[in-house]
């Protein structure tokens, strides 16, 4: 866990908190939660906010170029994630923008949508913008069971539900 207090010098700052092990990558994430403590009692001190809930749904419908979207995809196949030693992580890619869309949606703040996945990210962190498009479409669909991989079959996030927002890089159906 990498953490930098600034305290009231105006500088936005976050903590990304993952278990050991939970994610690519996250060898050296948190094996004691006990050992987060200071970083947390520090945080109250400063009277920084903890976001939890809707005031994390405020903030990423806020419109502030400070929030972007980011997914923690884990394709891993059906055989190995539904096992006694499974992989950590869920399969999101599929239904995120139309979660996230749904999220937005409800908070009236559709219009910020589009800087929020495609935009703030990239320029945070100086990159390109991506220049091809997708179209999400208010029409309802069905999560699939499982996709297709060379490795076998995944299992989806929110598999077998109903979404509001059909995702689609096709300009007309």
């Not at 992580?89 to 995120?96: E, F, H, L």
Request: glycine letters at 8%; a neutral charge; charged letters at 20%.
């Amino acid at each position: 866990m990498q953490v930098a207090v600034t305290g009231k010098s105006g500088i936005v700052f976050a903590v990304k908190l993952y278990p050991a092990g939970a994610t690519t990558n996250s060898q050296h994430g948190v094996t004691d939660i006990g050992k987060c403590l200071p970083v947390l009692e520090e945080m109250a001190r400063q009277d920084m906010p903890l976001l939890v809930g809707q005031a994390i749904v405020s903030a990423v419908t806020s419109g502030s170029r400070r929030y972007f979207l980011g997914t923690d995809s884990a394709p891993h196949d059906k055989r190995n994630k539904e096992c006694s030693c499974g992989c950590a992580g869920i399969y999101s890619a599929p239904v995120a923008l139309s979660l996230y869309t749904k999220v937005f949606e409800e908070a009236g703040a559709l219009d910020k949508l589009e800087a929020f996945t495609s935009f703030n990210g990239p320029d945070f962190y100086g990159l390109p913008r991506n220049a091809s498009k997708i179209v999400l479409r208010k029409s309802t669909w069905k999560v699939p069971a499982t996709y297709k991989h060379s490795s076998g079959e995944i299992v989806p996030m929110f598999t077998g539900s109903t979404l509001e927002w059909l995702p689609s890089d096709q300009d007309e159906e």
